[in-house]
């Protein structure tokens, strides 16, 4: 259990790094764009490009911010519960939260795959879409991972009390 | 069963969800989800979540959230803050209550590079609440002007509520941030106001610091300079149009990054810092864009918005009362729900019925920051007071709520005066191109 529990720490980690670098280089080849267009040379495809760094940027940091509990939630009616009502609460919030992703990412890859047989690519440099859809179908997967470890110490916490 | 009626128990099973303590975006999705799969048939409802998704996730649109929050983190992270508040402290601080008015002033300054009101609060307090300690201010007066204060973040461009109004209503972004300057400017002259009443009041709360001789004020200003510059290049390119608001963001975020770079106070260290603090805010906002895209669709196929507005239209009652009365909705449900969530939730219904009574739909989206302004210190659920407390443990939460109070009244009178008047707000955005 604690393996699986360091492995998708480490996962999450990974994705990170890959994300903050991702904001990082649409950042400056938006900047150097913008440079270049005044100078009347602008880069060929930069939007395309920076479009699917945002992409990458969104999906990596998913199961980062979920860690992070980034997201807001209104916790004014379970905060004044129990701590093993709470648990329970959160156990079961988790677990629907998992369904749905793993749908989301099980759906994001049936559409990864209808791209790659019609052959979609991006509108100027022509990248095709697909692996970008594949990495969010696996971003969504990995999510899904984080939701499964959260509900799995929520359940030990309800049953101890 | 009918469109409206599904709908309704959609708005329903939400809003209990809500109560869970489940993210807001997951909920949003599900509901969504579910309903619109319920009328459309299940098929169409699983691949609407993967559209919706990847939609959002890949709009060129949207990458203007990630590089605007990038620029306000780089800018807390460089300690920028601090410096702000020097400078307001020179011209301000040996007025009675002035401390206070010059920790307002430096979070309107603050808040022309970061888009967010508790980013704000929770830098300026950071630099503020022990200063005025020092001073002998009182909890209250010192920790209202804080929180209150703060809430200027997101009026004062750029703002992420503005960005995600914009998009979701498809007005020009460039125009709503122009729009939102004179109201922040104006709603700073109100809280130094109503600063100057308290202080008056209670002198003891709010005692003058000490003079600065000219020499020095003059001198502090430096400590603004590269605030001002990255502020008027991304106002002044939006303005001119000479780029899209995403370059906007990109320029404005490398802009405060290469100037802390220079300065040396930003290291590698707190570089990475505004990285993934960026990703994790900028993943908050777009999972509750995809989330409102989903539940969106959902009310679109219920017919529930176009049922409101037929139904309001059919309404004898002036425009200024409906006005009022969405207002009030957005006061109330900002007290519970987060303003960004609560936003995204309503304008598919509401957008429609104000645009349709003629307002200018730019003029609202200030109207709806000033309202959610007000829900950020406001009781249960005001973001900025929590932030405060967190930051100095000493000062009670209702002592905060209660150092707000008078920072809120200024608040919906000046709200009131931009409803009466909506020539301050629009006069900037109509000079652009």
Request: charged share 10%.
């Amino acid at each position: 259990m604690e393996t699986f529990e360091k492995g998708i720490d480490y996962l999450v980690r990974i994705l990170r790094i890959i994300g903050g670098f991702s904001l990082a280089a649409m950042m400056m080849l938006t900047c150097v764009d913008v440079v270049m267009r005044a100078l009347g040379d602008p880069i060929f495809g930069s939007m395309d490009i920076v479009q699917f760094l945002a992409v990458l940027v969104l999906a990596a940091a998913m199961p980062y911010t979920q860690v992070q509990r980034g997201h807001v939630g209104v916790s004014l009616l379970v905060d004044k519960m129990g701590e093993r009502g709470q648990a329970v609460v959160d156990m079961i919030t988790h677990l629907v939260s998992l369904v749905v992703f793993a749908i989301v990412s099980w759906e994001m890859a049936l559409y990864a795959k209808e791209l790659w047989d019609k052959g979609e690519v991006s509108m100027t440099i022509e990248i095709p879409k697909y692996p970008f859809l594949y990495l969010v179908a696996v971003c969504f997967g990995i999510l899904c991972l984080v939701l499964l470890v959260d509900a799995l110490n929520f359940w030990r916490k309800a049953v101890k009390g | 069963m009918s469109g409206s009626t599904i709908g309704l128990i959609g708005i329903a099973i939400l809003v209990t969800l809500f109560f869970t303590r489940m993210p807001v975006a997951y909920v949003m999705t599900l509901v969504g989800w579910l309903g619109f799969a319920y009328i459309r048939g299940w098929d169409v409802g699983l691949k609407l979540l993967s559209r919706d998704f990847y939609d959002v996730y890949s709009s060129y649109g949207l990458t203007v959230i990630p590089l605007f929050v990038l620029m306000g983190q780089f800018a807390f992270n460089a300690g920028i803050g601090r410096k702000l508040y020097d400078s307001a402290y020179c011209f301000l601080g040996h007025i009675r209550g002035g401390l206070a008015m010059a920790t307002v002033a430096a979070c309107t300054a603050f808040g022309a590079v970061c888009g967010s009101s508790p980013a704000t609060a929770a830098t300026i307090a950071t630099v503020a609440l022990p200063e005025m300690k020092r001073y002998g201010y009182g909890g209250r007066l010192s920790s209202g002007s804080v929180a209150s204060g703060g809430s200027l973040g997101m009026l004062m461009p750029p703002s992420v509520v503005l960005i995600v109004y914009g998009i979701l209503t498809e007005e020009s972004i460039g125009k709503l941030f122009v729009a939102g300057i004179a109201p922040a400017v104006f709603i700073t002259i109100c809280f130094i106001l109503a600063i100057s009443v308290y202080a008056f009041l209670r002198p003891s709360e709010g005692p003058a610091g000490e003079r600065t001789p000219w020499k020095d004020k003059i001198k502090s200003l430096s400590n603004m300079s590269e605030t001002l510059v990255v502020f008027l290049l991304v106002m002044g390119g939006l303005f001119k149009g000479w780029f899209t608001p995403g370059e906007a963001g990109a320029v404005g975020a490398f802009g405060v990054f290469a100037a802390a770079l220079f300065r040396r106070q930003l290291d590698w260290k707190g570089f990475v810092k505004s990285l993934y603090e960026t990703l994790r805010t900028s993943c908050m906002v777009l999972l509750l864009v995809a989330g409102a895209v989903i539940f969106g669709h959902f009310l679109a196929v219920t017919r529930i918005p176009f049922t409101v507005a037929n139904w309001v239209a059919a309404l004898d009652a002036p425009p200024w009362a409906i006005v009022s009365v969405i207002v009030m909705v957005y006061l109330i449900g900002g007290c519970f729900i987060d303003a960004l969530a609560l936003i995204m939730l309503t304008i598919p219904i509401f957008f429609p019925i104000v645009t349709n009574l003629g307002y200018d739909a730019v003029w609202f989206g200030v109207i709806i920051v000033l309202v959610t302004q007000m829900g950020v210190i406001t009781p249960p659920v005001g973001i900025n007071v929590y932030v405060v407390s967190g930051i100095d443990r000493t000062i009670p939460l209702q002592d905060i709520f209660r150092g707000s109070f008078p920072f809120l009244l200024a608040l919906i009178l000046g709200t009131a005066f931009m409803i009466m008047f909506p020539e301050l707000v629009l006069y900037l955005p109509n000079l652009m191109y």
